[in-house]
């Protein structure tokens, strides 16, 4: 099992930053590709942004790309999010969860999730 806790939602205004945290535990971290996605209200999850196991790999969905970065702190077993540029349409539920298909974007390939912390932009 491993168990991933979300932190560094909050709101803030279009154009703003925020960095999002993911603290994991139990199992091996670092043999695990780790996502980010969000879910707005009404509307299904959708994948983010993920990164291979050893960061040497990253994805992004078009909609964020030039506007967050995906890294993660092997030693401390963290993962982040920072969103720069943020816009209304970000406003969201984001979920980090860890996954051993390489930087997958399907949600069913992730086999471990957080709880979520949601972020709110507004404009």
């Known amino acids: 099992q491993v168990q991933l806790v979300e932190s560094g939602g909050g709101l803030v205004q279009a154009g703003g930053s925020l960095r999002l945290s993911c603290a994991a535990s139990g199992r091996t971290f670092s043999n695990y590709d780790m996502g980010w996605f969000r879910q707005a209200p009404g509307k299904e999850r959708e994948f983010v942004a993920a990164i291979r196991y050893n960061g040497g790999r990253t994805k992004y969905v078009d909609s964020v790309k030039g506007r967050f970065t995906i890294s993660r702190d092997n030693a401390k077993n963290t993962v982040y999010l920072q969103m720069n540029s943020l816009k209304p349409e970000d406003t969201a539920v984001y979920y980090c969860?860890?996954?051993?298909?390489?930087?997958?974007?399907?949600?069913?390939?992730?086999?471990?999730w957080g709880q979520g912390t949601q972020v709110t932009v507004s404009s």
């Open positions: 969860a860890a996954t051993i298909r390489p930087v997958s974007s399907r949600v069913a390939e992730y086999n471990y």
